[in-house]
């Protein structure tokens, strides 16, 4: 199972986007039994967790997106979002959704969405 993001793009400093990973038809039945989270890889740097949200709706952050980026899931379309504010140009990189079990990415990674920040 691969997790296609979408919705990325080129912003300004300050702006926002929203991205969007809408899950496969052959995991919908455990969509929200699921955790979700969104990740970030920048240019030369490892993957990293940024956003994650528990199967009954707890939300956490990273502190370098805390209060700016908010993780949010619509069971009835099967779709995990990513609300960005206040965009940096630290923000830039590559930004992947997976399922978490034990705080672990679940399945294969998809393809991801780019997101360029412009200082």
């Known amino acids: 199972v691969q997790l296609q993001a979408s919705g990325g793009g080129l912003v300004q400093a300050g702006g926002s986007l929203r991205i969007s990973c809408k899950a496969p038809?052959?995991?919908?039945?455990?969509?929200?039994?699921?955790?979700w989270g969104w990740y970030r890889q920048a240019p030369g740097k490892q993957r990293e967790l940024v956003a994650s949200?528990?199967?009954?709706?707890?939300?956490n952050s990273a502190d370098s997106v805390k209060g700016r980026f908010t993780i949010s899931k619509d069971s009835a379309r099967k779709t995990v979002y990513l609300q960005m504010n206040s965009l940096k140009p630290e923000d830039t990189g590559v930004y992947f959704c997976?399922?978490?079990?034990?705080?672990?990415?679940?399945?294969?990674w998809g393809r991801g969405t780019q997101v360029t920040v412009s200082s």
């Open positions: 997976n399922a978490l079990r034990g705080g672990t990415p679940s399945y294969d």
């Open positions: 038809r052959t995991i919908t039945s455990v969509f929200n039994s699921n955790d």
């Open positions: 949200i528990t199967n009954n709706g707890i939300l």
